[in-house]
């Protein structure tokens, strides 16, 4: 199974709202990640977590919370987000024993924020 | 900050014709990966070059790296209509993180 899941597809929420994002993989990957995209521009990294540990946070807002339960999954808690957050969120996993980081990216969860 | 700077920005081409994008980079790197994005849907991994390599092939995908000149090239010969998508360049220096390029936004006319 070489697939990266993540729900929901779509999400509208207004700037007083809690929702979170998950991922899933299940391809033993101990690497995951969570990236934001704004339209026609690149993949900008936001967390890290390697062996179910925070091991990159690239300066992101508190209104944004990661979490891992454990080595197949990833959250992503989202509480009082603003206007600009709106963008694709996407999910990814890597194996990082080879060192190589070829990254498996899940479908993207679609964020409008009101 | 974005490390890799991609041209062209966009491309158009006609169905059968092969497609170049390239992409430089500004520090040392352990290997640089190439990816497609679909319009609105999530990366694929193409390609991966280490950087002690300098030419390598997938299928219709040629990537060459030049580390002297910290840049790289992505080829796709006999495009098709299903090639229309974004390519993005990543760096890596062989830890966790992945730089991504400014992309190419390639249309396939048919």
């Known amino acids: 199974d070489t697939e990266v899941t993540q729900t929901p597809k779509h999400l509208v929420m207004g700037m007083t709202n809690k929702k979170s994002l998950k991922c899933e993989q299940h391809?033993?990957?101990?690497?995951m990640y969570w990236y934001k995209q704004k339209a026609k521009k690149p993949p900008e990294l936001m967390f890290v977590y390697s062996y179910e540990k925070l091991s990159i946070n690239e300066s992101v807002p508190s209104r944004f919370s990661p979490e891992c339960p454990n080595s197949s999954l990833l959250n992503l808690h989202l509480h009082a987000l603003q206007p600009e957050d709106s963008a694709l969120y996407l999910c990814a996993s890597s194996s990082i024993d080879r060192g190589l980081n070829e990254q498996y990216f899940g479908p993207g969860t679609r964020l409008t924020v009101t | 900050s974005q490390q890799g700077e991609e041209d062209p920005q966009a491309l158009s081409i006609q169905e059968g014709e092969n497609a170049t994008m390239n992409c430089s980079y500004k520090t040392s790197i352990n290997n640089l990966q190439w990816y497609r994005q679909n319009s609105g849907r999530g990366l694929v991994h193409l390609i991966l070059?280490?950087?002690?390599?300098r030419e390598k092939h997938s299928g219709r995908l040629r990537v060459t790296l030049d580390t002297s000149k910290k840049s790289s090239s992505l080829l796709i010969t006999a495009s098709r209509a299903a090639d229309t998508a974004s390519y993005f360049c990543?760096?890596?220096?062989?830890?966790?993180?992945?730089?991504f390029g400014t992309g190419t936004r390639l249309t396939i006319i048919p």
């Open positions: 990543a760096t890596n220096f062989g830890n966790e993180k992945l730089t």
């Open positions: 070059i280490r950087s002690n390599e």
């Open positions: 391809m033993g990957h101990r690497a």
